[in-house]
């Protein structure tokens, strides 16, 4: 079975640099995109950046453009997230998924997999 797990999220000030990490597992992910997304507390879930797993394409909300890196490394199976520059507003639990490409969009019901999610805190 498809497993995703998130780790690497903790408590930073802002401005400062944290790296997520996801250890995916249960099936090769030729022809999947995988994302980043988060959820702030009363708020809904929220794309944030997107990678093709096999051509590496990228793509990124504009409130991290520039700031935030997304990468996968397809030996290890891993896709990370580099996050720069980080800002309160951007505290929030921090979400991997897989979704087919053509399927997988920026909007997170064309997901197919999710993980159990880390959080992330940047205090002021």
């Known amino acids: 079975q498809v497993q995703l797990v998130e780790s690497g999220g903790g408590l930073v000030q802002a401005g400062g640099s944290l790296r997520l990490s996801c250890a995916a597992s249960g099936r090769t992910f030729s022809g999947y995109v995988m994302g980043w997304f988060r959820q702030a507390p009363g708020k809904e879930r929220e794309f944030v950046a997107r990678?093709?797993?096999?051509?590496?394409?990228?793509n990124y909300a504009d409130s991290v453009k520039g700031r935030f890196t997304i990468s996968r490394d397809s030996a290890k199976n891993m896709v990370y997230l580099q996050m720069n520059s980080l800002k309160p507003e951007d505290t929030a639990v921090y979400y991997c998924?897989?979704?087919?490409?053509?399927?997988?969009?920026?909007?997170?019901?064309?997901?197919?997999?999710w993980g159990q999610g880390t959080q992330v805190t940047v205090s002021s």
């Open positions: 998924a897989a979704g087919r490409v053509g399927m997988a969009s920026i909007k997170s019901d064309s997901y197919d997999y």
């Open positions: 990678i093709t797993w096999d051509a590496g394409i990228t």
